[in-house]
């Protein structure tokens, strides 16, 4: 399981002390990787390779939490967190084009964001707490269209948001599986038990601030 767990601080008041924390836990623990915000990239990527912990994942998030800033502006972030060192994209979708029904808008930017990652792997938000099944399963197909590599549950900032639920894993899993594209579980995963639910419903990773308490 712990080859499943981005080990995640995104919280706004992040110092770099809770950064260094998650840092040192994801190599004491073997983890895939961490998710931190674009400003704490360089630093994590600088600490990981002088610690011995070059094999971890540094993935970042673009358009967080809302998904609501230009298409420019999010293929900016991508370009400056690319650089700083990030090794995958966490992308947030503008929800509110998706229920627009903009199909044009969200692929296009998907595919704007994606040529941006440099051929790193591309994961795209949906907001699952904000959509409906119909809808999650449409921003999937459109997903596929844009060339994203993962699908994500949610961000975790939606007020009284759940966040990941089986159900929506699993429909997101057997909208995009037979594309290639996998699934990224993110939202109120906090013990094993939950994780495994996760992964048996179609997750090959776990976005959680949890994974200590997890593999422990």
Do not use: W
């Not at 293929?75 to 994209?89: F, H, R, S, V």
């Amino acid at each position: 399981m712990r080859k499943y767990v981005e080990h995640t601080l995104l919280k706004q008041d992040a110092v770099q002390n809770e950064v260094k924390k998650i840092l040192d836990e994801a190599v004491k623990y073997g983890f895939l990787g961490v998710c931190v915000n674009p400003c704490n990239v360089k630093y994590a990527k600088q600490y990981l390779k002088e610690t011995g912990g070059s094999d971890v994942k540094v993935v970042t998030v673009v358009g967080f939490p809302l998904g609501q800033n230009t298409t420019e502006i999010k293929i900016l972030e991508t370009i400056d967190a690319i650089k700083n060192g990030a090794d995958e994209i966490d992308m947030v979708l503008n929800v509110g084009r998706l229920k627009d029904s903009d199909d044009a808008y969200i692929v296009n930017e998907i595919a704007g964001v994606k040529m941006a990652c440099q051929g790193k792997n591309l994961k795209v938000i949906l907001e699952t707490d904000l959509l409906t099944s119909d809808e999650i399963k449409r921003a999937c197909e459109l997903c596929i269209k844009g060339g994203a590599d993962f699908v994500k549950t949610s961000t975790g900032f939606v007020k009284n948001g759940v966040g990941a639920k089986v159900e929506d894993v699993k429909l997101m899993y057997e909208t995009v599986k037979d594309a290639g594209l996998k699934v990224k579980a993110s939202g109120g995963i906090r013990d094993k038990e939950t994780a495994a639910k996760m992964i048996e419903a179609g997750a090959s990773r776990l976005g959680t601030s949890s994974g200590v308490a997890i593999v422990s």
